[in-house]
């Protein structure tokens, strides 16, 4: 199990969840726990819960821990990288990338781009706006 935290300035770094060696990711709130997606750790790509079909989002590269969401029609879009040490960070054109957060325990790049695409994207996302 690696747990995914979302760097805040100035202030602890939050919990966001957890993903299970099997590829499924959990959102940590009060109470029990929401499974919110998984990854195929094998083929690096990412899908969110939903009843019925799971919805495909995109993928992560197996082997350098770039991470690309899934564009329907036309090429998909690079959103940032994994660092081996678990560090997120999100791609910013023509600019440094932003540090986002981090999974503990990091025990693949599949593993890690789950946490991205499912737990830390969508918290940083409503953290800056």
């Not at 935290?5 to 726990?33: C, I, Q, T």
């Not at 195929?40 to 770039?66: A, F, M, W």
């Not at 325990?105 to 890690?112: E, G, K």
Request: charged fraction near 30%; avoid cysteine; charge should be negative.
């Amino acid at each position: 199990m690696s747990k995914v935290y979302l760097h805040r300035l100035l202030l602890p770094d939050k919990l966001l969840g957890r993903v299970e060696e099997n590829g499924k990711v959990y959102r940590s709130d009060a109470g029990l726990d929401d499974r919110i997606g998984h990854v195929d750790v094998n083929r690096g790509k990412i899908y969110k819960s939903r009843p019925g079909t799971d919805e495909y989002l995109g993928q992560v590269d197996l082997d350098n821990g770039k991470v690309y969401r899934h564009v329907p029609a036309g090429r998909d879009e690079y959103l940032g990288h994994i660092e081996s040490d678990g560090k997120m960070y999100q791609h910013e054109f023509l600019g440094p990338d932003d540090y986002m957060g981090k999974i503990e325990d990091l025990d693949s790049y599949a593993h890690a781009g789950a946490a991205f695409m499912l737990l830390i994207l969508p918290a940083y996302e409503e953290q800056t706006e």
